[in-house]
């Protein structure tokens, strides 16, 4: 079992830009939430994708936003990138929605905006 | 609204001695809690899940925490510090609908 991948491990970005990240999760989980870590930060919530929809969201703008495919992978998109978008950010999977499932995450992408 | 406050942001042992990393929370309800890992570069693992079974939860490592609802505590703890336990930790909560809301995190640095 491969675990949760995502790709690409880095990314450096100008102001302005789009971005593209993804993840794959790990077999048998059908959940896929993303999540933003500033430096010495904990991780923040963005989004969580089940069934291919977005099912909740945390305080982040509309310029986040994310796709789930049938495979259950799951991208997420950033436009209009700002300096404060650079973060290293996590894609976490679990079979299922529920505060018990445990969420196995990825390695992260990290993203600099220059 | 749910939270959770780790109370120190670096703490420092030496290679053999106990480890204690302090984490109080907030919630109108049983919570689930947990504690995972970070090593430099790397993502998160999960070290151990508190769900309103066993007050005191077993984890991988050697770790352990215990629930204390009186004290709205979840500290984390392990008898003898390794070198390769120097890493940053976080404490959190998930909601009923499994957004995890995550500490500041506290750095465990072990000297030999």
């Known amino acids: 079992d491969a675990g949760v991948t995502q790709s690409p491990t880095h990314l450096i970005k100008t102001r302005g830009q789009q971005v593209t990240l993804r993840c794959s999760p790990k077999?048998?989980?059908?959940?896929v939430s993303w999540y933003q870590q500033a430096l010495g930060q904990g991780p923040q919530f963005i989004f969580q994708?089940?069934?291919?929809?977005?099912?909740q969201r945390g305080n982040f703008p509309d310029r986040f936003s994310g796709h789930q495919f049938p495979n259950y992978s799951s991208e997420l998109n950033v436009n209009a990138l700002l300096l404060g978008d650079s973060a290293l950010y996590l894609c976490?999977?679990?079979?299922?929605?529920?505060?018990?499932?445990?969420?196995?995450f990825g390695p992260g992408t990290r993203l600099t905006v220059l | 609204a749910q939270s959770v406050t780790q109370l120190d942001s670096h703490v420092s042992v030496s290679e053999g001695t106990p480890v204690l990393l302090r984490c109080n929370y907030s919630s109108s309800y049983s919570p689930s809690l947990f504690w995972y890992v970070q090593h430099p570069n790397k993502g998160l693992q999960l070290l151990l899940k508190?769900?309103?079974?066993?007050?005191l939860v077993k984890g991988i490592n050697g770790f352990e925490a215990e629930f204390k609802k009186s004290e709205t505590s979840f500290h984390l703890t392990k008898p003898s510090a390794h070198m390769s336990d120097a890493a940053e930790y976080f404490c959190g909560t998930s909601s009923n609908t499994g957004k995890l809301i995550f500490g500041q995190g506290t750095t465990l640095q072990v000297k030999p």
């Open positions: 077999s048998g989980h059908d959940t």
């Open positions: 994708y089940y069934e291919e929809e977005e099912r």
């Open positions: 976490a999977s679990s079979p299922g929605q529920g505060g018990l499932n445990t969420q196995y």
């Open positions: 508190y769900t309103s079974a066993a007050t």
